[in-house]
């Protein structure tokens, strides 16, 4: 008998096929853990696929996993809706993982301790049935599913992928920024895009959120129990959480300064790789205080992200031109133009005020002549850029005294949001904070002098 491995729903264009009941139905499924669930999906299984072929016996050895996968297989391909897909997959994996589990080579690896990342672990039972029917979904054949098995057997290292979205950024193109950390907006394959957002379904994520994708290794990935001298949290993970968090902290950063709109990332996922089997199956989430966040994704330019992101990572005492920064995101959620005129005029101050002074009088000044040289051209455009900053830090200050704006102020807020990102951008790029006293006098206002 020949058997095309391919199940025709995955190839149709689910924009125009699919209605948004299927969808959710397909998401739900996925998600699902509940043994009613579980129940349920089964029960309806032979309503699905109705079969006269007796079952198989599974017999020891490859050829009796192959014998249980084909079989499997022949009823994916009867498969053209994702709805059927949605009821038929969780009981057709219970009786697969079932099956797999009495033969070779899957036999050895049903009860085994999985490294799951920076110290942590679980028990895996063998579930060996969902990742066959992924495999067969993206088209692998039975034998290519049984050698891809083995290889990872042998290879006992993990690949975990690191998802967190960008909420206020739609990006116009993925980007690599290298070392396993890439930015990129919703993938146009549907089955990409929903495994992708699958995680977040329960999240009002704004329409075209970016993701940012980490890749880590854990190492070993896996290990039996009963090994003499167990330890259960003796794994490596290459880059630990707290570098991960550090990439996400930066990345914010060179998104509010690529960007016009607020950017946070108060939650991130993990799932493994999904080539892989004896890996944590579950999505595990992390999150952080959570803020106030955009109800929108504005579109911002990838390349300019990466130059940033680039920037950042190599600027000296960063962290003041962060904390900078940071007040610039904040004043774009502020509820009020009191508190946004607060955190730009803080945002300025940091920025502009940051030398070795034992003294900070005449503020206002300083920051104005100093915003002035570092971003003028020419006379007239500095003394713009100093009346412009010295409106806000004015704003500022009466923002903090009094708790209001005063009605003869005549700051514009967008206008300052802009300046301010102007500057931090402008330090940002120079990889380290200017001499104030040599720019205030004419000397290195251009990059490179």
């Not at 089964?42 to 084909?70: H, N």
């Not at 089997?277 to 205080?289: E, I, K, N, Q, T």
């Not at 959620?333 to 920025?351: H, N, P, R, W, Y």
Request: negative net charge; aromatic residues 8%; contains cysteine.
């Amino acid at each position: 008998m020949s058997i095309e491995y391919r199940s025709s729903w995955d190839e149709r264009n689910p924009v125009n096929t699919l209605s948004q009941a299927e969808l959710a139905t397909l998401q739900v499924a996925y998600a699902a853990n509940s043994e009613t669930e579980r129940s349920a999906s089964y029960g309806k299984r032979t309503t699905v696929i109705a079969t006269d072929m007796e079952k198989p016996k599974i017999e020891g050895g490859s050829a009796g996993a192959i014998t249980a996968i084909e079989r499997i297989a022949t009823e994916l391909t009867d498969i053209h809706r994702a709805k059927e897909y949605s009821q038929w997959r969780l009981g057709a994996a219970s009786e697969l993982s079932e099956a797999l589990a009495a033969t070779d080579p899957f036999r050895a690896h049903v009860n085994l301790w999985v490294f799951t990342g920076d110290g942590g672990g679980m028990v895996l039972g063998g579930r060996f049935g969902k990742w066959v029917i992924d495999q067969l979904a993206g088209h692998a054949t039975p034998q290519a599913i049984i050698e891809l098995f083995e290889a990872e057997v042998a290879r006992n290292v993990a690949t975990y992928v690191e998802l967190t979205p960008l909420f206020g950024i739609a990006l116009d193109a993925p980007h690599d920024l290298g070392d396993g950390i890439m930015i990129e907006p919703p993938a146009e394959d549907f089955f990409a895009r929903t495994m992708n957002y699958l995680p977040f379904q329960r999240i009002d994520l704004p329409n075209g959120t970016a993701l940012l994708s980490q890749r880590y290794s854990v190492t070993p990935a896996f290990a039996p129990q009963r090994d003499e001298g167990f330890d259960a949290k003796a794994s490596k993970t290459v880059p630990a959480s707290s570098e991960r968090e550090a990439v996400r902290r930066r990345l914010r950063l060179a998104c509010l300064l690529a960007g016009n709109g607020a950017v946070e990332m108060p939650i991130s996922a993990v799932r493994a790789d999904r080539d892989s089997c004896l890996v944590a199956g579950a999505v595990s989430y992390s999150g952080r205080p959570f803020t106030p966040h955009p109800l929108v994704s504005l579109e911002v330019t990838s390349n300019a992200i990466a130059t940033l992101f680039q920037q950042l990572g190599t600027f000296k005492e960063v962290d003041s031109l962060a904390r900078a920064v940071d007040r610039l995101g904040r004043s774009r959620l502020a509820v009020s133009d009191v508190d946004k005129a607060i955190e730009l005029g803080m945002a300025a101050e940091i920025a502009l005020m940051h030398d070795h002074s034992p003294s900070n009088t005449e503020i206002t000044y300083k920051i104005g002549s100093r915003a002035a040289w570092l971003l003028g051209n020419d006379t007239a455009e500095r003394a713009a850029i100093f009346d412009e900053m010295r409106h806000l830090y004015q704003a500022r200050s009466a923002a903090v005294h009094s708790g209001s704006l005063s009605a003869k102020s005549k700051v514009d807020l967008i206008a300052a949001d802009f300046l301010v990102a102007r500057v931090l951008s402008a330090i940002a790029e120079r990889g380290s904070f200017p001499d104030w006293a040599s720019l205030t006098m004419g000397g290195g206002n251009t990059l490179g002098e």
